[in-house]
């Protein structure tokens, strides 16, 4: 048992609004939602402006429209927040060797690691944690909460006890007086549902749980959560600060706008969601050996098939097939009473750093199978812009003109318009892709440059037109301008650029300003 508590948990505050917020001047101080801007997306982060109208987290994008109207929805840019998340990563590794990153906006540090020896009282580790806030403030221009415990289930539930910008260190010794008055939605992994089955025996807060025995518990969630659930309500966490945690699996999927309704249609967007995969396996310099394929239906049926190859590759040839063979099952069993599937997934697990294998056994067969890929393709690709040339001149489809809606603010059907470099359909809900001009899609928040207007990001798109707020980090608010969507001299710009740029001009991305 730790004598001071030299665990620190540090956690950005709103992050993903929060960097919106420091790269577009026009949105600070008013409410900014990230995630789906459809109607069928989720919220994955809010600023504290939007949060006043009871928007959070996980919550449908259609809710968050009903509630704050007015807010800036956006698309997440995850190429700006992994740079910002680099500098504050950094920076808390000139502290400790032992950072334990658990996302893009937090991680646990162990003082106690420090090489010239830790901190010896509460208030030594006070001052580390106010040093660590005032320091990402200046290299970033965010705040960050931090909190400080003997352990990681203190450390994380003291930084989420008094955001934004919130400092709470919990001395040895008081911990579970300190944990007792919360509720039990504070502790790690107790969700909405398990804090409802817990209210139904009377137990609301901490300390009401810390009544209830291990066997009432192990009854209620069975043996391995209720066991921990017992040790978590008495502040027990045994876990280390490890600087070296394991990627267990990565994985990607997208809600769609509009159902996806024939068989081309679904594989094509598989497709896509597999080669993004792929990539961010390279760029993590892994190999995976299972390949998962998720389908939900339109009533919500959920299903998943996986398939185990010979041994871990990280090759797209392999890999694709695989998911693909898969998606027919998968899409078959989760349509089974409505038609139309409104959420699809690939994930690669198994992981490991190393590939293994007779790549050209592995290889036989693949190359029927693209065969069959690239005609289902080109079917799916020619009926699309059949489509596109009849609502271009004002066709008339079944009895009814296309509507175009408002809230989406694009052409019901453009989410499957968009070509990647490879010529396949693709459905992209989180971030913009590299397409020719003639196809582009721009998206809610997306970097953007001008010939003649400069730097700038877009509000919205619809109807053949885009509309621009030229502005940048360091810039004033700016004005806006409504172009035509195929305008050859408006570019797409990659966030991390933007991010980067920002960084510089607070020192953080200088490496040299970083290490003094």
Sequence with gaps: MRTVPSILHIDMDAFYAAVEQRHKPSLRGKPVVVGGVGLRGVVSTASY???????????????ARRRCPNAAYLFPRFGAYHEVSQVVMALLR??????????????????????DGGPETAEEVVAIARLISAQVKERTGLTASVGAGTSKLVAKVASDSNKPVGCVVVPAGAEQQWLDPLPVRKLWGVGPATADRLSRLGASTVAELRALSESELVALLGNAWGGQLYRLSRGVDEREVSSERETKSVSVEDTYPHDLMDRPEIRAALTELAERVVRRLKESGHTGRTVTVKARGHDFTTVT?????AGPTDDARLLIPAALRLVDGATEAATGQIHGIRLLGVGISGLAEYAQGDLIAELEGVELE???????????GERELAEQEA?????????????IDPEVRAAPDE?????????????????????APESRRWLAGQDVRHADLGPGWVQGAGLGRVTVRFEGPDTPPGRISTLSVDDPALEPVDSAQVARGALAGRGGSDESNIAD
Excluded: N
């Design 49 to 63: 402006e939007a949060r006043v109208f009871g928007i959070g987290s996980a919550m449908p994008t259609a809710v």
């Design 94 to 115: 000139e502290l400790s060797p032992l950072v334990e990153p658990q996302s893009l906006d937090e991680a646990f540090v162990d003082l106690a690691a420090i090489p």
């Design 305 to 309: 098939r996986s398939e185990t190859l």
């Design 370 to 380: 693209r065969a069959e890929l690239e005609q289902l393709e080109l079917e799916q």
């Design 391 to 403: 609502r271009s001149a004002g066709v008339v489809k079944g009895g009814a003109a296309v509507e």
């Design 415 to 435: 989410a499957v318009a968009v070509r990647t470099p490879l010529g396949r359909p693709a459905v992209t809900q989180f971030g913009p892709v590299p397409v």
